[in-house]
C-alpha cells in the first residue's frame, strides 16, 4: 500500500467535491475550477481557466448587494494579510439569477511560505429561518414547472390553503408575497420572446434561491409569481420582500452583447383571524396594485 496520495489523486478529490473550490494567483488568474464550481455557477471549466475574477465574472456582492469585485474583494484581502476570511455573499449565476453563499477564502503559499495566490470555497445556503410545524401545508405535493423551475400555480394554490388551515388550527403566522415583472410586455416587444422568457425563468430562480427554507414560490401568471412565506408575521414582511426585490435587481442576463436587467414590483399581506385563501389572495393583490398605481418598482404591504 502506498504512503499517501500522489499529487494526481490530491487534485481529483478536488476535482469532485460538492462544494465549489477554484483558485488564483496573485494577479486574480484563475488556475482552478472543480465540479462544485461548475454546478453552482454554471461555468465550466473551459469558460473560465486563464480568465481573471476582477473580469465580473461571478460579481460578488454582500448582503446589501454592493458589489465585492473591486477593492473590497474577500481573495484580494486575504493575499494583502494572509488571514483566511469567511462570509455570507451573493454570486451571479452564468445564466444572471443571483445565489447566496458561504464563502471562505484562504491564502495560497509556496514551499517558502511566501503567498503566491489565494482559494476561495463557496457552498450554497439559503436564508434560514425556525419556522413552526406546519402540518397541513407539509403534506401538499409540489409539482414544479419545467419551464421555470419553481411550483405550478395549482401546487401553489393547494399549499396556500394548507397554511391557512394550519393557521387556524395553530395560530401559525404566515404571508403571501406577489411579484410581478415590471412592463415584461414592453421587455418583450424591445428584446423578443426569447428573452422575455429568459427574464422570467432568471426572476424564478433568484426568488426559490433566496427564499428560506421552508417557503416556497410558485409561478401565478405569465409575469407574476407568489410566494407563502411560512413562520412570518406582518413586522417582517416588508424586509423579506425588499431583500427579494433587490436580488432580482442585481441580476441581468446578456443578450446579444447586452446586459439585460429588470426591476420588480411587490405586494404582500400577513394572514389574519377568518382569512381564506381568497380573501389573503385578494389583500396581496390590493397592496401589489396599490405599489404598480405608486409607479412600481417598490414594495406594499398589509
Known amino acids: 500500500m502506498p504512503d499517501g496520495l500522489d499529487p494526481n489523486q490530491y487534485r481529483a478529490i478536488l476535482e469532485s467535491l460538492p462544494s465549489g473550490v477554484y483558485a488564483v494567483d496573485r494577479e486574480r488568474k484563475l488556475l482552478f475550477w472543480n465540479d462544485g464550481a461548475e454546478r453552482i455557477t454554471g461555468y465550466l471549466r ?25 477593492p473590497e474583494c474577500p481573495l484580494l484581502a486575504t493575499m494583502h494579510d494572509g488571514r483566511s476570511r469567511e462570509a455570507q455573499l ?29 482559494v476561495e470555497t463557496f457552498d450554497e445556503q439559503h436564508p434560514t429561518c425556525n419556522p413552526r410545524v406546519h402540518p397541513n401545508a407539509q403534506t401538499v405535493p409540489n409539482h414544479v414547472e419545467q419551464t421555470t423551475g ?34 415584461l410586455n414592453g421587455f418583450r416587444k424591445t428584446h423578443g420572446a426569447v428573452a422575455g422568457d429568459r427574464i422570467v425563468h432568471m426572476v424564478a430562480v433568484t426568488l426559490s434561491k433566496n427564499l428560506r427554507d421552508g417557503d416556497i414560490a410558485g409561478h401565478w401568471a405569465e409575469d407574476q409569481f407568489v410566494a407563502i412565506l411560512l413562520d412570518c408575521p406582518a413586522a417582517a414582511l416588508a424586509q423579506i420582500a425588499e431583500q427579494l426585490k433587490r436580488a432580482i435587481e442585481s441580476t441581468e442576463i446578456l443578450w446579444w452583447g447586452d446586459r439585460l436587467c429588470i426591476t420588480t414590483s411587490a405586494g404582500g399581506a400577513t394572514v389574519r383571524e377568518g382569512d381564506t385563501a381568497e380573501s389573503l389572495l385578494l389583500r396581496s393583490e390590493e397592496a401589489l396594485i396599490c405599489c404598480l398605481k405608486g409607479g412600481g418598482n417598490g414594495v406594499e404591504v398589509q
Not at 92 to 114: F, N, Q, T, Y
Request: net charge negative; with cysteine; hydrophobic share 40%.
Open 46 to 70: 473551459q469558460e473560465v481557466i486563464g480568465r481573471h475574477c476582477q473580469e465580473n465574472l461571478l460579481m460578488h456582492c454582500d448582503l446589501t448587494y454592493h458589489c465585492l469585485c473591486g
Open 90 to 118: 451573493f454570486l451571479r449565476h452564468k445564466d444572471g439569477e443571483r445565489i447566496p453563499v458561504r464563502v471562505r477564502a484562504v491564502p495560497l503559499r509556496d514551499s517558502a511560505g511566501s503567498i503566491v495566490g489565494a
Open 150 to 183: 419553481v411550483s405550478d400555480r395549482q401546487s401553489t394554490e393547494l399549499y396556500l390553503r394548507a397554511s391557512v388551515r394550519d393557521f387556524a388550527e395553530d395560530r401559525v403566522p404566515f404571508s403571501v408575497l406577489r411579484m410581478v415583472i415590471d412592463d
